[in-house]
């Protein structure tokens, strides 16, 4: 029997790409995402190339009812939960001080309950497979990033809870990875809240160049990945000189016009 991966936001991005690569590894997918035309599309090409099964299930993950839904509607049609991907997730680029309260909510919803919610309702069925939990999270998860207060609160909320839940679980045979990227080429900027944006392009790592990677880490059970390596030394410069890199940061926005 196929192992079998669920991944939120699949639609687009790196989610996308952790589809492909779990495909091409002979895993059967549950993609899920607001997109359903997008999904369905995604499902079909994966289908045809790789051979094995895709479904799809439209899921605002900000919402608990339709996590549970998506979780019930996997264990009906595939019968277990080896991997579940928390991927999907909202970017906000605004200081604190301006920012909105709905926004703020939101990107909680989004980030953090709806990686919560779906961690706890597939986990009887995780455990039982001895399988991994993925959190896609974010360097602004380890560290604040002047402008993404909002962002890197909810990043660092997910960390807490996933480095947590590793502890927790690895007595019982469930692996936990938390994913804390740098800067990757998707749409992530465009879809992102707030009235700020990065005065210039950053030059990002292509997400299929992630997601080879996090299923390395997936396959060697390891417990964090900050990709790419060089993320570290941005950590290590925050740790040594926060100022410094406070400063540095501060020059990277312009208002959206
Ligand atoms: N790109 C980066 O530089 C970067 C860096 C660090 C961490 N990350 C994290 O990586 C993850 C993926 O981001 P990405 O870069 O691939 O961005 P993206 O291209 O904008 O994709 C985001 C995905 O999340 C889905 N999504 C958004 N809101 C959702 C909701 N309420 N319910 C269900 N799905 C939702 C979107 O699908 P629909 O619109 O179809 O719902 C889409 O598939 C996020 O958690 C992000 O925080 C990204």
Redesign the pocket.
Known sequence: MKKVVVI?????????ELAYVFARKGFDLMI????LN?LKELGKEIEEKHGVKVLTKS????KREECKELIDYTVDSFGRIDVLIN?????LYSPVAEMKEDDLEKVFY??FF?SFYCTKYAFPYIKEARGSVIN?????GLIPVPFMGGYSAS?HAMNALSFTLAMEVKQEGVHVLTVC????N???VA?SLGNYRPKFKVR?TH?SKLAEKVYEYYVKRKRLLIYPWYYRLILMSYKLFPDIYGAIYLRFWKKKS
Do not use: E
């Not at 899921?59 to 900000?62: L, Q, R």
């Not at 991927?87 to 970017?91: C, E, F, K, L, R």
């Not at 990227?181 to 990757?184: D, N, R």
């Open positions: 939120t936001g699949a639609s687009k991005g790196i989610g996308r899920a995402s607001r997109s997008l899921t605002d993950v900000g991927n999907a997730g909202i970017g989004v980030n709806g896609i999270s974010s360097v602004a990043k990227p740098g800067v990757i998707t749409g992530f879809s990002g997400p």
